[in-house]
């Protein structure tokens, strides 16, 4: 859901300022994943370590971690990670326990309490709910605990088919305003084609061809997850360290402005608070189908009238997101309808004159008004 302007830019000569400023930053959300956890002993500890170091030094620290599907796993004595549903819920119950006992472990020879925060998307798809979870993150920080967040697999569905938790720490990066995201993984960071690693990066559009997938059934990420989770986060003013999570000291090396890792930087407009929960706490609920002009006429940041629908797909009610396609398919953009489907059925095509009498009740020709809705 970002806009596509311009090719990545890396601007090695900015960099040094750029990484200095990095001192400042007073809270820091750091995501790692189940490979980089699981890659050998003492990597719990090493973790925790790395975190207390930053206590030490005044600063707020979120930890997004996966690994309870991937613990689960070994103590359920599967031969690798299922594909059954059941079977996945089943791993995320036995493995959250462990998960939660080795954090535990690790943190308290530093005198810190490890509190666990289980998340769902559809906890951060309402205002209310969004709100809810940012007090009780800022809580647990202001007396002094270390929020551990992961999704709840056990309870969610498309977040285990889907999701993973390099978008998980993106909202969770904008959800506690962090000055400052890691996404850790096990590599240095975005490499080029020659496997050297790119240092600064200003837009993640163009790097898709420097991409691989996963290559076992530990994790579910992956560089390109990172690089768009990355954008998400930047999006709303974040930068974004993505780096090895084998540098046990690659935290205190990066808010000491040392160049390690990449750095995503914020660059353009920051788009609202509001519009970025549409574009990435949100799921659509469907789609409607827009002719040639209205998808020129939203670019040009109009709103969506009903005389440029074709059609609709799914089931959604007024207020929920949906998905805004061009004839071509391509999705143009995405926000929240004033309409119910059965309703954008009905008055597709009208002028906003015709509206009414197609409802049978006072209505407007706006489906979607651009203040609800976030291009691509």
Request: proline letters at 3%; aromatic letters at 4%; one cysteine or more.
């Amino acid at each position: 859901m970002l806009p596509v302007e311009t090719p990545p830019v890396t601007d090695e000569a900015k960099s040094g300022d750029v990484r200095a400023a990095l001192r400042q930053v007073k809270r820091v959300v750091i995501k790692v994943g189940s490979r980089s956890l699981l890659a050998g002993e003492g990597r719990f500890d090493a973790l925790a370590a790395a975190i207390a170091a930053q206590r030490a030094e005044g600063r707020e620290v979120v930890l997004v971690s996966s690994g309870a599907i991937a613990q689960g796993i070994r103590r359920l004595g599967m031969s690798g990670r299922p594909r059954a549903l059941p079977e996945l819920q089943a791993a995320a119950a036995a493995g959250q326990a462990r998960l939660m006992r080795r954090y535990e472990d690790a943190f308290e020879p530093h005198g810190l309490i490890a509190a666990q925060v289980l998340i769902t998307h559809g906890d951060l798809s309402e205002r209310e709910r969004w709100s809810n979870a940012r007090q009780a993150l800022d809580a647990l920080l202001e007396l002094g605990a270390v929020p551990i967040v992961n999704e709840n697999d056990t309870v969610a569905v498309e977040e285990i088919r889907f999701g993973d938790n390099d978008e998980l720490a993106a909202m969770v990066s904008t959800l506690v305003g962090a000055d400052l995201l890691f996404l850790l993984t096990d590599v240095d960071g975005v490499l080029d084609e020659q496997g050297r690693v790119l240092g600064t990066i200003r837009d993640g559009d163009g790097l898709e061809h420097l991409f691989r997938d996963a290559t076992d059934d530990v994790g579910r990420g992956g560089i390109a997850s990172k690089v768009r989770s990355a954008r998400r986060a930047t999006q709303r003013g974040v930068p974004v360290i993505i780096g090895n999570a084998s540098d046990d000291a690659i935290v205190a090396r990066v808010v000491r402005g040392e160049a390690v890792g990449s750095l995503f930087l914020p660059d353009g407009v920051r788009l609202p608070s509001r519009k970025h929960w549409i574009a990435y706490a949100l799921q659509p609920k469907g789609s409607i189908l827009l002719d040639e002009g209205a998808a020129r006429a939203l670019r040009g940041e109009a709103s969506l009238l009903a005389a440029g629908v074709l059609g609709v797909r799914g089931d959604f009610e007024p207020g929920d997101c949906v998905a805004l396609h061009a004839p071509q398919g391509e999705e143009v953009g995405r926000g929240l309808v004033r309409y119910s489907t059965a309703e954008v059925a009905r008055i597709a095509g009208a002028h906003s004159d015709e509206v009414d009498a197609r409802l049978g009740r006072r209505g407007g020709g706006v489906v979607m008004h651009r203040d609800d809705m976030v291009l691509v």
